[in-house]
């Protein structure tokens, strides 16, 4: 016999009032509720409710047991939802990391409400524009733009970036507009050498176009922070070249204008994850939301990108 389901009939007997009105709510029938409540009966030696050919009614013991029953379901019932709640939360800790600038200005504003949204949820970012590897540093979530190395991690496309070369409007009543990338090499330039690498000194232009180039500018400061590079060019330092997010809010705002496109292939923005089977509940929460988070900030931005352009 199952105890608990017996259990169940009985209140259910109880509460309906009658043995027939127990099968309807259970949906079983009416010979299954019958002989549930006479199992229950043997086993605990004992008759829980008077049946005659007219009516039935609750023993003295029969009343004391419902209202044990009854308590006890309500509390097993309150238990079992705690359950399916916490599961249904994300709890524990993600590790994630994504470029400096893009989890400031595209990827906060998510994380942030995840956390505010989920107690039992906590991150632990690292934003930084050097080369890691993903494996053997445990991250759960990683966000890369541009082509990837093959990083042993599943890989979502989940939005695409443009770069041009941005200018303050006082630069530009200053030195005029270039209409030609080569024009570059004799106009103020900023340089933003990222992880020393050296590839924010040498600017690749018309990657679409049958005839490439590439323009070394003579910058007249350089940095290793896009932050910087932003701030020396609001001041009209000098021409920098940014990825669209990274200026979204000054084109918007008017304080940066778009003067060059690229001529470039938009960068893929990817989101990876470490390939498990099967994904826990909090990786498939995590991901979706920051999927969802980035699309819907990058499409503010493109509307001002091309505004801007």
């Given at each position: 016999?199952d105890q608990?389901?017996?259990?169940?009939?009985?209140?259910?007997?109880?509460d309906?009032?009658?043995?027939?009105?127990?099968?309807?709510r259970?949906?079983?029938?009416?010979?299954?509720?019958?002989?549930?409540?006479?199992?229950?009966?043997?086993?605990?030696?004992?008759?829980l409710?008077?049946?005659?050919?007219r009516?039935?009614?609750?023993?003295?013991?029969?009343?004391?047991y419902?209202?044990?029953?009854?308590?006890?379901?309500?509390?097993?019932?309150?238990?079992?939802?705690?359950?399916?709640?916490?599961?249904?939360?994300?709890?524990?800790?993600?590790k994630?990391?994504?470029?400096?600038?893009?989890?400031?200005?595209?990827?906060?504003?998510?994380?942030?409400?995840?956390?505010?949204?989920?107690?039992?949820?906590?991150?632990?970012?690292?934003?930084?524009?050097?080369?890691?590897?993903?494996?053997?540093?445990?991250?759960?979530?990683?966000?890369?733009?541009?082509?990837?190395?093959?990083?042993?991690?599943?890989?979502?496309?989940?939005g695409?970036?443009?770069?041009?070369?941005?200018?303050?409007?006082?630069?530009?009543?200053?030195?005029?507009?270039?209409?030609?990338?080569?024009?570059?090499?004799?106009?103020?330039?900023?340089?933003?050498?990222?992880?020393?690498?050296?590839?924010?000194?040498?600017?690749?232009?018309?990657e679409?176009?049958?005839?490439?180039?590439?323009?070394?500018?003579?910058?007249?400061?350089?940095?290793?922070?896009?932050a910087?590079?932003?701030?020396?060019?609001?001041?009209?330092?000098?021409?920098?070249?940014?990825?669209?997010?990274?200026?979204?809010?000054?084109?918007?705002?008017?304080?940066?204008?778009?003067?060059?496109?690229?001529?470039?292939?938009?960068?893929?923005?990817?989101?990876?994850?470490?390939?498990?089977?099967?994904?826990?509940?909090?990786?498939?929460?995590?991901?979706?939301?920051?999927?969802?988070?980035?699309?819907?900030?990058?499409?503010?931005?493109?509307?001002?990108?091309?505004?801007?352009?």
């Amino acid at each position: 016999m199952d105890q608990l389901a017996a259990i169940r009939t009985f209140v259910a007997i109880v509460d309906g009032g009658s043995q027939t009105e127990a099968a309807r709510r259970l949906g079983r029938s009416q010979s299954a509720v019958v002989r549930s409540l006479g199992e229950l009966e043997k086993s605990l030696n004992v008759q829980l409710i008077s049946r005659t050919t007219r009516q039935s009614a609750l023993t003295p013991e029969g009343e004391q047991y419902y209202h044990d029953c009854k308590r006890m379901l309500s509390e097993l019932d309150a238990a079992e939802e705690r359950l399916r709640d916490r599961l249904s939360r994300p709890e524990g800790w993600i590790k994630l990391t994504a470029p400096v600038e893009f989890g400031n200005l595209v990827l906060a504003p998510t994380l942030l409400a995840l956390q505010s949204e989920f107690d039992g949820l906590h991150f632990k970012v690292d934003l930084t524009d050097q080369p890691l590897d993903l494996v053997a540093g445990g991250y759960d979530v990683a966000v890369r733009i541009g082509d990837l190395d093959d990083s042993g991690m599943i890989a979502r496309k989940i939005g695409s970036m443009p770069a041009f070369i941005c200018a303050a409007p006082s630069l530009i009543e200053r030195v005029g507009t270039p209409l030609d990338p080569r024009e570059l090499t004799n106009l103020p330039c900023v340089g933003v050498d990222i992880a020393k690498r050296r590839s924010g000194l040498a600017w690749k232009f018309g990657e679409r176009d049958a005839s490439p180039c590439v323009v070394h500018p003579d910058p007249v400061f350089v940095c290793d922070s896009v932050a910087m590079a932003r701030t020396a060019c609001r001041a009209g330092l000098g021409f920098v070249p940014f990825f669209g997010y990274q200026v979204a809010a000054d084109l918007r705002d008017g304080t940066l204008v778009r003067v060059l496109d690229s001529g470039n292939p938009e960068r893929p923005v990817h989101l990876l994850w470490p390939p498990r089977r099967p994904m826990p509940r909090l990786m498939r929460t995590v991901l979706r939301r920051i999927e969802a988070g980035t699309r819907a900030e990058l499409s503010w931005m493109r509307k001002v990108w091309r505004n801007g352009s």
